[in-house]
T-cell receptor
Framework: DTEVTQTPKHLVMGMTNKKSLKCEQH?????MYWYKQKAKKPPELMFV???????INESVPSRFSPECPNSSLLNLHLHALQPEDSALYLC?????????FGPGTRLTVL | GENVEQHPSTLSVQEGDSAVIKCTYS??????FPWYKQELGKRPQLIID?????GEKKDQRIAVTLNKTAKHFSLHITETQPEDSAVYFC??????????????FGTGTRLTIIP
């Protein structure tokens, strides 16, 4: 398996909902990332996990809560989001430096 | 922190001609420079990268050049084809032994190949 997978592909949620995004890789990569990408903009780093430990948090609001249950899985828990949080959420993984992206979850917050 | 500027923001090229996209970075500690291609509705895909210990790298029709002194790097695509149409992002970061490097992305270039 040489890909990063993400579920769901699309998610619509209200501002009071709680939902989770999931990311999985089976390439033995040691680092996993969450990015947020708005339309016509570059990916914007949110969190980095290295060896299952949070190593970088780019001052992301607490309504986004990352979790790394094991070396292959990465979750992003969402709670009380705002409409401006609507975006494509990308997961990535890397072994040394090359980051490989998943297909993303298109999130819409109503 | 690192700041990456990318030019041009849009580029139209006749099929078969060459395309060049340029980026500059601000942090002299950056030593890893990947390029990503993102087609509409798809994930960013790594197409080529370069480390600061080399000045040029080629992979078939794609090449990247790096000038550390001037802090700029460029993507060159030769013999362009319609399937090269996409948004291209440059990025800069530092090589990490832990694989948890932080990449700063440029603002992107929308490349259109005209048949």
């Amino acid at each position: 398996d040489t890909e990063v997978t993400q579920t769901p592909k699309h998610l619509v949620m209200g501002m009071t909902n709680k939902k989770s995004l999931k990311c999985e890789q089976h390439m033995g990569h040691r680092a996993m990332y969450w990015y947020k990408q708005k339309a016509k903009k570059p990916p914007e780093l949110m969190f980095v996990y290295s060896y299952e430990k949070l190593s970088i948090n780019e001052s992301v609001p607490s309504r986004f809560s990352p979790e790394c249950p094991n070396s292959s899985l990465l979750n992003l828990h969402l709670h009380a989001l705002q409409p401006e949080d609507s975006a494509l959420y990308l997961c990535a993984s890397s072994a040394y430096n090359e980051q490989f992206f998943g297909p993303g979850t298109r999130l819409t917050v109503l | 922190g690192e700041n990456v500027e990318q030019h041009p923001s849009t580029l139209s090229v006749q099929e078969g001609d060459s395309a060049v996209i340029k980026c500059t970075y601000s942090d002299s500690a950056s030593n890893y420079f990947p390029w990503y291609k993102q087609e509409l509705g798809k994930r960013p895909q790594l197409i080529i990268d370069i480390r600061s210990n080399v000045g040029e790298k080629k992979d078939q029709r794609i090449a990247v050049t790096l000038n550390k002194t001037a802090k700029h790097f460029s993507l060159h695509i030769t013999e362009t084809q319609p399937e090269d149409s996409a948004v291209y992002f440059c990025a800069a970061g530092s090589i990490s032994n832990f694989g948890n490097e932080k990449l700063t992305f440029g603002t992107g270039t929308r490349l259109t190949i005209i048949p």
